[in-house]
């Protein structure tokens, strides 16, 4: 199974930046798409943002598109999420994942069997 370690969590005003950083452990991930998900209380898991292997092809949620950028340095073996402009409905639990994942400029595809790595908590509030 694939591991992650992602960082990056804090409390931020509305109108604020943070960067999600998301490290592979023990595999290159050179070779795999990875998404950003993400969790709010009460509600379903939702894809974020992808990009694929190579970093030629990234994906947004609508409403994240103009404000978060998704980013990749392979020979740090890390995938970046910068977000700006971030307002409360972007509060949640942040995940990365690989595995079972696909990365095409108007979706992000993905089964169950993906690997999800622990989340790191995003919280948006004046």
């Known amino acids: 199974q694939l591991q992650f370690v992602e960082s990056g969590e804090g409390l931020v005003q509305p109108g604020g930046s943070l960067r999600l950083s998301c490290a592979a452990s023990r595999f290159t991930l050179d070779y795999y798409a990875v998404g950003w998900f993400r969790q709010a209380p009460g509600k379903e898991h939702e894809g974020v943002s992808c990009i694929s292997s190579s970093g030629d092809t990234t994906y947004y949620k609508d409403s994240v598109k103009g404000r978060f950028t998704i980013s990749r340095d392979n020979a740090k073996n890390t995938v970046y999420l910068q977000m700006n402009s971030l307002n409360p409905e972007d509060t949640a639990v942040y995940y990365c994942?690989?595995?079972?994942?696909?990365?095409?400029?108007?979706?992000?595809?993905?089964?169950?069997?993906?690997?999800w790595g622990r989340g790191t908590q995003v919280t948006v509030s004046s």
């Open positions: 994942a690989a595995g079972s994942l696909s990365c095409y400029g108007s979706s992000l595809v993905y089964d169950n069997s993906i690997s």
